[in-house]
């Protein structure tokens, strides 16, 4: 079973950056794909970045060049450093990890955190 805990939430205004911590309980946790999902209220859950188990990145559009997703093995924790945010970006942050290194759709992820908020002020 994987724990993961997210930190790092909370209120910046437009432009501004915020970065997201994971941490995970689990001891092979450079076995795990880690990644971050994004909800807002009444929408579906959407794909935000992964990293792979040998460090290979990706983002959904709403990410690339804003957004940078990290991960130190040692330490088992993943971060999402969010640069230039917009109104848009306001959600609750979910940490995510699964065995399969490219998974971008909620249901191949097996495990969840209970999620971040994250509010961007216009």
């Known amino acids: 079973q994987v724990q993961l805990v997210e930190s790092g939430g909370g209120l910046v205004q437009a432009g501004g950056s915020l970065e997201l911590s994971c941490t995970a309980s689990?001891?092979?946790?450079?076995?795990?794909?880690v990644g971050w999902f994004r909800q807002d209220p009444g929408a579906e859950r959407e794909f935000v970045a992964v990293?792979?188990?040998?460090?290979?990145?990706n983002y959904a559009d709403c990410a690339k060049g804003r957004f940078t997703i990290t991960r130190d093995n040692a330490k088992r924790t993943v971060s999402l450093k969010m640069n230039s945010l917009k109104p848009e970006d306001t959600a609750v942050y979910y940490c995510?990890?699964?065995?399969?290194?490219?998974?971008?759709?909620?249901?191949?992820?097996?495990?969840w955190g209970q999620g971040t908020q994250v509010t961007v002020s216009s």
């Open positions: 990293i792979s188990q040998a460090g290979g990145t």
């Open positions: 689990v001891r092979t946790f450079s076995s795990y794909a």
């Open positions: 995510v990890a699964s065995f399969d290194p490219w998974a971008v759709v909620a249901h191949n992820y097996d495990y």
